[in-house]
């Protein structure tokens, strides 16, 4: 092959060419690749934002290309301190570097700082170095960042010459916001209102008629009279119905004196003194104060010592049904909320829990294997309108006992093989029962007897488990649950003692686990008669 060809040379001096501008592409390749390794990407950054923003394009000084410049609008533009004349002035330096806290208000704002930011770990490391600085460093926050306003902002013309002429001048609402109405403030608003009619069903026809709305008012008291005999449950709910149902529910006052004066609810049916022996009998008028126990009967239970029993000839029940106002009592309405009584459309329960060891395993001597038993047990009081009481001891639950709990299943079933529902009962004891204090709100009581008889109290007696013993307990009224709500529902332990008719000794129950007794509607009851 001739080696002159000039087409040939030709061809080696254009790949020579092209080998020596590839080999020099990747050197120029690797030696960036060095410096971004040695200097760091974040140098390269800071070039680029170096630039002045008004720059568009910048030209590459290895290639000569126009690129677009990277522009970071969401950073601060630290510059600012840099620029001269009156543009710079207006930036202080201190704006843009980070001071560290010194003083303990310092680290608390910079703790809520971190803490908004979600960097945990730093807001609770100052906020440790702020407390050691000082305790009330958070009081100081409050003040510095809300200040308490000592004074109230006064309305220039607190009486607008525009405002309603149905509005009293004295009716413009506070600054201080609107004050909450008494429940008497409330009910005397409604004095005025009438039972309306429901709305129409449909727009443009004629409403539903209402015919109570139409009944006068001494016929509609008559009604809610029969009401609150038959069930006062449902008498207190009509006051949710409108506004002139809640006016009267809560001042008619003839209505909550008929319920007081009642044997249904009210007082007429309590007994303050023993009606019944403890099988049941009627008492004569001149044995109903006298007791089946010896004069000696412990009733100073804050002692406990066997003190015979107070004279109650000065304690007797009025003859007259009316029971008068007093200023513990200002009204009826409040003295059958507030005034002890017992409640005879259900039963008192009281649940006892308590832990005992159990015997250790026969096959190791390890003590964590010993087990543990959790016993359950219940004591369940109910009281009849005549004087008497039925109490039952008895590890069933209420929903297996309070239905049959009745003065015909006592005794009813002995026989332990019986299966029975009733045969729960064959443990239950019958007694009586009374309350302390006087019927009449007005009557003397001795200073002797005042702590004795102090109203209240519910006594009981009871049958033993066998015919030679008798029992007595003791127990308070009390009120359970929130504020206004149900009231007397709680029977709280006070004394519980045993006597032996054939010694005539006393003893006393430590109730180590007794808990006291919560009132439980039972609608098979109905009113308890």
């Known amino acids: 092959m001739d080696d002159n060809n000039p087409d040939l040379e030709t061809f080696r001096k254009q790949w020579q060419e092209e080998v020596t501008a590839r080999s020099t592409a990747r050197g120029q390749a690797s030696n960036q690749h060095r410096f971004d390794s040695t200097h760091g990407r974040s140098d390269i950054l800071k070039a680029k934002t170096a630039l002045p923003p008004s720059s568009i394009l910048s030209e590459d000084p290895e290639t000569g290309d126009g690129i677009s410049a990277q522009a970071y609008h969401d950073l601060d533009n630290k510059d600012d ?7 710079g002035s207006k930036v202080h330096k201190s704006t843009f570097i980070s001071k560290e806290p010194q003083s303990a208000l310092e680290h608390y704002e910079k703790a809520i700082e971190r803490e908004d930011q979600g960097n ?19 009081r100081i926050y409050k003040n510095k960042h809300f200040p308490p306003t000592d004074t109230k902002i006064k309305p220039t013309d607190p009486n607008p010459s525009n405002a309603p002429v149905t509005v009293p001048n004295t009716a413009h609402p ?67 119905v409108c506004k002139r149902l809640a006016y009267l529910v809560a001042t008619e006052d003839r209505i909550w004196e008929r319920i007081c004066h009642g044997y249904e609810y009210g007082f007429a049916a309590m007994h303050y003194v023993w009606k019944t022996s403890i099988a049941g009998n009627t008492l004569p008028a001149t044995l109903s104060e006298a007791s089946d126990f010896p ?14 029993d107070p004279p109650h000839s ?37 649940t006892v829990n308590y832990n005992r060891p159990g015997a250790p395993s026969t096959s190791t001597n390890a003590t964590y294997t010993s087990p543990v038993h959790i016993v359950t047990y219940y004591r369940y009081l109910r009281f009849f309108r005549d004087g008497t009481c039925v109490t039952l001891l008895t590890v069933a639950e209420p929903a297996d006992v309070v239905h049959h709990l009745t003065k015909e299943n006592l005794h009813a079933h002995h026989n332990k093989e019986s299966t029975l529902p009733s045969a729960v009962m064959r443990q239950a004891l019958k007694g009586r029962w009374k309350l302390s204090g006087n019927l009449d709100p007005y009557q003397n009581i001795t200073a002797a007897t005042d702590e004795m008889e102090r109203e209240g109290d519910v006594h009981i007696e009871t049958e033993g488990v ?34 032996n008719r054939l010694t005539d000794d006393w003893a006393t129950f430590t109730r180590r686990h007794d808990r006291a007794f919560f009132w439980s509607r039972v609608k098979s009851y109905a009113m308890g008669w």
């Open 81 to 87: 301190t840099r620029r001269l004349g009156v543009e």
């Open 120 to 138: 945990l770990g730093d807001s609770v490391n100052l906020y440790r170095k702020a407390y050691r600085l000082d305790a009330g460093v958070d």
């Open 174 to 240: 506070s600054l201080d916001g609107p004050s909450t109405p008494t429940t008497n403030d409330l009910a005397a608003s409604y004095s005025d209102a009438t039972i309306s009619t429901a709305p129409p069903a449909i727009e443009g026809t004629p409403p539903p008629p209402c015919h109570i709305a139409k009944v006068p008012s001494e016929i509609l008291i008559e009604i809610l009279l029969k009401t609150a005999v038959a069930d006062i449950a449902s008498f207190a709910r009509l006051s949710i």
């Open 295 to 308: 004069p000696d009967s412990p009733l100073d239970i804050s002692t406990l010592t066997l003190d015979p």
């Open 314 to 350: 000065n304690i007797r029940p009025i003859s007259s049904p009316i029971l008068p106002l007093s200023p513990i009592y200002p009204s009826y309405k409040q003295m059958l909320r507030t005034r002890p009584r017992l409640r005879f459309n259900g039963c008192y329960i009281s």
């Open 466 to 499: 066998d015919p030679k013993y008798m029992y007595k307990m003791q127990l308070s009224l009390r009120s359970a649950g929130r504020a206004g709500g149900t009231r007397n529902n709680k029977l709280v332990w006070k004394g519980y003692w045993s006597y």
